[in-house]
């Protein structure tokens, strides 16, 4: 059978069980629609949190950007994987303990205001927005491939998918097909990660491979082999670093907070009975995200040895099939500058001169399927004749080590179900901002059950609309995408959550003058810096503020939330006994006893 055909075979079947469980558990009242009733096991709960939080930016783009950037890439693991466990141990059981369906409920309980409220509904917006952009290209990037469509026709169909399972199901269709789609997106992670660590390394286990020798008579480990391959081509070596150490840690910091603040993985610990099954929970979701962060690094620097070893110094004309495949969706392209048929995966001038001097009539011809269109919105900071985008390396990874058919459709399907996932979740933030938060909290409060419950499936038919806008016209690469998303989540919503649990003192006034100071700060410095917004050209790296680029603004923006809020609530009237009562009482262990002496 052919990639294509495997491909239909296995993506098909996963889409039908995904729908069918969104039919199974479809939800029949406001509280399951929100929460899943309620009662999901822990260990259920923990894969699904794992889905929610693996997305298209972890399983497609992480490998891919560590696979580019080497060491600099390893901020995302640890930005990332820090900001869970911060999550798990600082937020979530008090969190659940609150009681509330979601961040916006517990910030408009916690600060008394509608206002309060009204704010964190538009940032829950924003951030949701901002990350199911990442979702949707990823949704793109897999169809495009793979069923051989263009990105655009690709988001659609995810959109289609998406939309049934998540307005039909809910909470609980989301959360018992997330438990599908990890099993899905684990498995197909780690078969080609195996396959090529026993190719490469002779280890079975691909962290072990990652650290082990290659296989090649050199007697070279991996890491020093890769470092030997881009010191010969002019590269860096591939475990130097070129980023500043500030933006480094502004970056970690920034996605730390982000994680902890995201509105779709905190609502996933209102799912289960009691706060210690969210705690339970909690640590079953870590140890279920730490096979894929793990093994990311290894397939990062497996499918780097073998894209620099198959095309570097290669006649076109001799390269592997998955080259053109990949060129067909303008996601890989060369422009033989010497016009010596060979490709020179080497540093360079500017992809983007080439292309030019081609369009002037006096550079050399574009090679690949598509000519002009092909480079139409190709990046400028590509080596000298070759352009292949980050987010191809996971997908493609299995192709460029000639492993089988059936596991190049399975990582299709691993990378649908991370994509997915994820999306269903925020979208589902998104419907209850509208319906709960917005609605029935401030608006229309007599409304009925029934009628609540088709706000939220209203709320979430529009959302999907906007974000398959969102995946046709993404503002960045996956990852990147996904980043800002981290850091606008970091400016807004973790300032606000910490304090309303653990500062009796914080305020209405506080939390408010935040969350509006954070996120507007956050959003204009990403739309100048990273979207060009405003200005007449994007701004160099150079202008960029105390050297931090916008995947790290979000912790400069965090932390002047947390200055604005303490300053404004201490110059203004405390909260009310009842609420500081309230803090208190949800920082405390149920049942636990007084103190006494010995």
Known sequence: MTVQAWTYLIVGATFALYLAIAFWARAGSTQEFYVAGGGVHPIANGMAT?????????????AGIISFAGYDGAVYLMGWTGG???????????????????????????YYSNVARSVAVVCAIVVSFTYVAGQMRGIGLVFSRFLEVEIDTGVYIGTVVVFFYAIM???????????????????????????????????????????GEVNDGSGLALLDKLDQLHTELGFAEYTSGTKSTVDVFAITLALMAGTAGLPHVIVRFFTVPRVKDARISAGWALLFIAILYTTAPAIAAFARTNLITTISEQPYRELPPWFSKWEQTALVAWVDKNQDGKLQYAPGPPFLGAVQQQRAGGGAPVQGPSGEALLANLPTDNPNEVYIDRDIMVLANPEIAGLPAWIIALVAAGGLAAALSTAAGLLLVISTAVSRD?????????????????????????????AAYFGVNPPGFVAATVALAFGLAAASFFPAIVLGIFDKRMNRQGAVAGMVVGILLMFGYMAVYRLGWFVEALPPESAWWFGISPEGFGSVAMVVNLVVALTVSRVTPPPPEDVQEMVETIRIPSGAGAATHH
């Open 84 to 110: 869970y466990v911060l999550l798990a141990l600082l937020l979530a059981p008090y969190l659940r303990k609150f009681g509330k369906f979601t961040v916006p409920d517990f910030i408009g309980d916690r």
């Open 50 to 62: 794992a889905a929610d939080w693996m997305s298209a930016a972890s399983f497609i783009s992480m």
């Open 438 to 466: 917005l609605m029935r909290k401030q608006l229309k409060p007599a409304m009925s059950e029934a009628e609540e419950l088709w706000w939220a499936r209203g709320g979430a038919a529009g959302a999907v609309l906007v």
């Open 169 to 211: 199901g809910g909470m609980k269709g989301i959360t018992y097909t997330q438990v599908a789609q990890y099993c899905v997106l684990i498995f197909a992670y780690m078969v080609p990660a195996i396959f090529i660590s026993l190719q490469m390394t002779d280890h079975i286990i691909p962290q072990l491979g990652f650290i």
